[in-house]
Every structure is written in C-alpha cells, then in structure tokens.
C-alpha cells in the first residue's frame, strides 16, 4: 500500500489491481475483498508543491481520469476526484476529459491536505476552491496522482556520460528550443523522461529525433572535433590536478610518472574551465590563447 493506511494506493497500483492479469483478475476490490462504494483520485501528490517538487508531472491527469473511468466501467463506486488544475494538452485529451465528466465522475477543484481514518472509512479532507468551502469527504479506497522523479542514480549517469542536469533532477538539453535533445556533450542524446516529465507520444516523438541525430553522425563516417581544444604546457605543469577536478567532459588525466597532466583532445569541448582553474597557466587553448584575445579585443576597441 502507499502508505500506513490499508486501501490507500499509488495510480501504479490501481493499475495492476485494475489489471485482467493482476491479483484479482481485474476486480477492483478492497483489502476485505469487498468492493468499494466510494473511491477518491487525488492528484498532484508530489507535484506543483513547494515543499516538494515545484514542476508539474504532466503525465497525472490523464492516467488519473484514466484509472477513475476504469473504477467506474468495473465497479458500481461513487468515484471523486480532487485536482489543481486539468492538465489535458495533448491531442483527443480535452476530449477525453469531457467523456470522463458526463460518465458521473465528480470533480473536485482542490487540492487534498489530509486523509485520515474515521472508524472503517477514509475521509479525505480538502477545500472546494471554486465554492470556498471546506469539504471532508468518507471513501473506501484512496489513489494517489503520484507524479514522475529522476532515478536516485541519475547524479552518477551524468558525470560518467559529462552531461549536466536541471534543478529538479532531470538531465539538461544543449538548448530548450534549438537543440532539444542534444547535450553539452557530442554524441550523447536525451530523449523521453530522463530529461522530463512527459507522455507517452511526446516520448515517442524525442525518441525518433534522437534516433535520426544518431544516425546523421554515424552514416557522416568521421567525428569534427572542436578547433578550441585544451593542451597543456608540461614544463609548466606542476601536476596539482586541479584541472582533472573541474574537468566535466573526463578529457583531463594526470600523469603520475612525470607528474603532468594530458587532454584527450577527443573529448575535449573546449569549455575553458580547465585554463581558468589552472594556477600556473599551464593549460590554454588552441586558436583561443591569451594572447590572440587580447589582439582580438584590441582590434575591436581601437
């Protein structure tokens, strides 16, 4: 169950609960084996909450209005839902939304606070936001609009791959509109949920575009390397490593037997903060030295 209560469950056990292949055989029941008289759906549980996690999932809504459209083909229930706001934006969903409304599902603008035991009942406790009412509704069965997180491991996947990641967890694209799936990084792609909450055709549509930049690299039969790669001058290296450490792409290595450090100009992207870092200046650019800066700026200022 989701949580200490019996009967309360995440959309994702609904579902197999739901299933013709899960526990029951597809009959929505109680953990008694009775069937539920009153069901609530509670979304944005995890999502669009300061407290937790700002954005919104996406994804809840209609796998909410999908679920209580089920309850109410399978069960005799009253079922209720309680939301912010009806996230339906994609195509046939509004549409879907209405079907829902005119099947006897009651809606419920706002979002729950509570849910507790009364005796045998589940009483979610909620305010009516569009009647400024107070409301404590007594259900059977709870389901939760649990919304979409990163994998606890996602920290670790973007160091070894040298990608960066957004404040909510997900990895970061190249550009939100001119590079929607490419990286800081050649070669590596992002594409469905790893970069953000998303549905099922949108995830399609990412993975077709990643596919495609995939094979625009591989079917050219040579990599362009970047011009502005890092190198490093030896004989002023004193091998503290602080480049290595601030080096994202992993193209800095040090030489422990002569106490050096090396770029691996394949994959270098010529970002800088190694040079910058650098204490002794060991470390510039090819075609981006300091000196052709300061010639460039002069020739811009004179």
Same mark, same amino acid.
């Given at each position: =169950?989701?949580?200490?209560?019996?009967?309360?469950?995440?959309?994702?056990?609904?579902?197999?609960?739901?299933?013709?292949?899960?526990?029951?055989?597809?009959?929505?029941?109680?953990?008694?084996?009775?069937?539920?008289?009153?069901?609530?759906?509670?979304?944005?549980?995890?999502?669009?909450?300061?407290?937790?996690?700002?954005?919104?999932?996406?994804?809840?809504? =209609?796998?909410?209005?999908?679920?209580?459209?089920?309850?109410? #083909?399978?069960?005799?229930?009253?079922?209720?839902?309680?939301?912010?706001?009806?996230?339906?934006?994609?195509? @046939?969903?509004?549409? $879907?939304?209405?079907?829902?409304?005119? #099947?006897?599902?009651?809606?419920?603008?706002?979002?729950? *606070?509570?849910? $507790?035991?009364?005796? /045998?009942?589940?009483?979610?406790?909620?305010?009516?936001?569009?009647?400024?009412?107070?409301?404590?509704?007594?259900?059977?069965?709870?389901?939760?609009?649990?919304?979409?997180?990163?994998? =606890? /491991?996602?920290?670790?996947?973007?160091?070894?791959?040298?990608?960066?990641? *957004?404040? /909510?967890?997900?990895?970061? #694209?190249?550009?939100?509109?001119?590079?929607?799936?490419?990286?800081?990084?050649?070669?590596?792609?992002?594409?469905? !949920?790893?970069?953000?909450?998303?549905?099922?055709? /949108?995830?399609?549509?990412?993975?077709?575009?990643?596919?495609?930049?995939?094979?625009?690299?591989?079917?050219?039969?040579?990599?362009?390397?970047?011009?502005?790669?890092?190198?490093?001058?030896?004989?002023?290296?004193?091998?503290?490593?602080?480049?290595? *450490?601030?080096?994202?792409?992993?193209?800095?290595?040090?030489?422990?037997?002569?106490?050096?450090?090396?770029?691996?100009?394949?994959? !270098?992207?010529?970002?800088?903060?190694?040079?910058?870092?650098?204490?002794?200046?060991?470390?510039?650019?090819?075609?981006?030295? @300091?000196?052709?800066?300061?010639? =460039?700026?002069?020739?811009?200022?004179?």
């Amino acid at each position: =169950m989701a949580g200490g209560y019996e009967n309360v469950l995440t959309g994702l056990q609904f579902e197999r609960l739901s299933s013709a292949s899960g526990p029951t055989s597809g009959k929505i029941v109680l953990k008694n084996g009775k069937e539920p008289e009153r069901i609530a759906f509670l979304h944005c549980i995890g999502s669009r909450d300061e407290n937790a996690r700002e954005y919104c999932s996406r994804v809840c809504c =209609m796998y909410l209005m999908k679920l209580a459209h089920l309850a109410r #083909e399978k069960t005799n229930a009253q079922v209720y839902e309680f939301y912010i706001d009806i996230n339906a934006f994609g195509k @046939g969903y509004q549409e $879907f939304y209405k079907r829902v409304r005119n #099947e006897g599902i009651f809606f419920t603008r706002g979002k729950c *606070s509570e849910v $507790f035991k009364r005796g /045998d009942k589940l009483v979610v406790s909620a305010e009516d936001t569009l009647l400024a009412i107070p409301i404590e509704l007594p259900v059977d069965m709870v389901v939760l609009g649990v919304g979409l997180t990163p994998r =606890m /491991d996602a920290s670790e996947v973007a160091k070894i791959f040298g990608i960066n990641q *957004s404040p /909510d967890g997900f990895f970061l #694209e190249a550009h939100p509109k001119l590079r929607p799936i490419s990286t800081i990084t050649g070669g590596v792609f992002v594409v469905g !949920c790893c970069q953000g909450p998303k549905d099922i055709p /949108d995830t399609v549509a990412q993975a077709s575009a990643g596919a495609a930049e995939a094979l625009a690299l591989m079917t050219q039969g040579r990599v362009e390397l970047e011009a502005r790669v890092a190198w490093v001058n030896e004989e002023a290296c004193s091998g503290c490593e602080y480049c290595v *450490s601030v080096c994202v792409y992993n193209a800095i290595e040090s030489i422990p037997r002569i106490n050096v450090a090396r770029v691996n100009e394949a994959l !270098c992207e010529g970002c800088g903060a190694c040079s910058a870092a650098c204490p002794s200046g060991a470390i510039q650019h090819k075609n981006f030295t @300091g000196g052709q800066i300061f010639e =460039m700026t002069y020739a811009v200022t004179e």
